[in-house]
């Protein structure tokens, strides 16, 4: 008879649960030690194997998996589907993000089987979505308090130097080593050996460079400032769709701003932020992504990348709806009105590829002189 019982009642849990049963389980308002977000990209892969699969594209320099969870239906006629990419975790101390691409996850998950136009979005696009890429550097982060504010990854140090870990956002192929980096491996800005000299910064590139030409959208997500970059990093190299780049971004900025009232500016990084060069947002639009962003999520700097648990909920809210604003655009432009998916003209910009080569040269010169 209790066998009996404890059976229905299983079984009855078992159906009452699907994604609603999960969120009772995971607080997607708390962070999360890397062990817990592993074993919750599982757990999701499990619940929900008609939208979510994974894939392990890399290892970090300790051997710690790379891994990303594809959330796509199938394509009802059978056509090739476009991609979006999302990565969190890129810098370590910045687990709003990590959080982020928790909570983005989450939505999609929760909201798919009543929204058309997210099942055709979904239908016709598969969204890679990496929690954490800097593993190592988010493990070490949770350390104790003095690893918390952890940036970089943590490869060995270089010979004669007891500095642990390289910049990976300096450290993809894109104008490496120019501008807003150090050569000095005990920075916070060191940018590494050579351009993908990091494990983790070349398994975003080989991955993604396989399949360029599929990827409409790459997001990367960061902390803090409240920015939505755009590319380029190098002061001099304008990207071709610069000002469809803006309007695209400053559209998924009023949608942020509806939410909670934050204000996200947006530009590129030498316009709001600061030079930078090796950076995978610019990395992906020298690749012909179209669309390239990294969003700095909360705040302004009260509490950085401290931002408290309290804020997770109101940031990640925000920027699930400028991530989605960007996505909408992205699709639509490629599927609505159109059979043929993609007609951006921006993909090869001969004036690019000559001002990028143009500054290696001189990058080059600079460096040997
Ligand atoms: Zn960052």
Redesign the pocket.
């Known amino acids: 008879m209790y066998l009996l019982l404890f059976v229905f009642i299983n079984i009855s849990l078992y159906e009452c649960s699907g994604v609603e049963g999960l969120d009772l389980k995971y607080d997607y308002t708390k962070y999360h030690r890397m062990e817990e977000i592993y074993e919750w990209m599982q757990d999701m892969e499990e619940m929900n194997p008609e939208l979510i699969s994974s894939t392990v594209y890399g290892q970090t320099f300790e051997r710690k998996n790379i891994t990303l969870m594809k959330l796509g239906l199938k394509n009802p006629e059978g056509r090739e589907k476009r991609v979006i990419w999302m990565d969190c975790g890129?810098?370590a101390r910045?687990w709003i993000?990590p959080a982020f691409c928790q909570w983005f996850v989450k939505e999609i998950v929760q909201s798919y089987k009543t929204s058309v136009d997210l099942q055709t979005m979904l239908q016709n696009l598969d969204f890679y979505v990496t929690p954490v890429i800097n593993v190592d550097g988010y493990m070490y982060s949770w350390t104790d308090n003095s690893t918390r504010r952890w940036?970089k990854s943590r490869s060995s140090p270089p010979a004669g130097s007891g500095c642990y870990g390289v910049d990976l956002?300096r450290n993809f192929n894109a104008n490496w080593g120019t501008v807003g980096v150090s050569f000095e491996s005990c920075s916070d800005i060191y940018c590494g050996t050579g351009p993908g000299s990091e494990p983790e910064a070349r398994a975003v590139m080989d991955f993604i460079g396989e399949m360029s030409e599929k990827v409409l959208c790459f997001l990367t997500i960061?902390?803090a400032g409240q920015l939505i970059l755009l590319p380029y990093g190098h002061p001099q190299i304008k990207a071709p769709n610069y000002e469809e780049l803006v309007s695209v971004g400053e559209a998924a900025a009023a949608q942020m701003k509806k939410l909670h009232g934050m204000t996200y500016r947006v530009g590129t990084s030498p316009q709001i932020l600061y030079p930078n060069s090796g950076s995978s947002r610019d990395w992906a639009r020298l690749s012909g992504i179209p669309f390239s962003y990294?969003f700095?999520l909360r705040d302004t700097g009260e509490f950085s990348h401290l931002l408290p648990e309290e804020q997770i909920q109101p940031a990640c809210e925000e920027a699930y709806a400028g991530a989605l604003s960007i996505i909408s655009y992205v699709h639509d432009k490629s599927f609505r009105n159109s059979t043929v998916p993609n007609g951006d003209s921006s993909r090869f910009s001969p004036r690019a590829v000559l001002v990028t080569l143009l500054c290696s040269c001189l990058s080059v010169s600079i460096t040997v002189g």
Do not use: L, V
């Open positions: 890129i810098h910045e993000a940036r956002n960061h902390s990294t700095e």
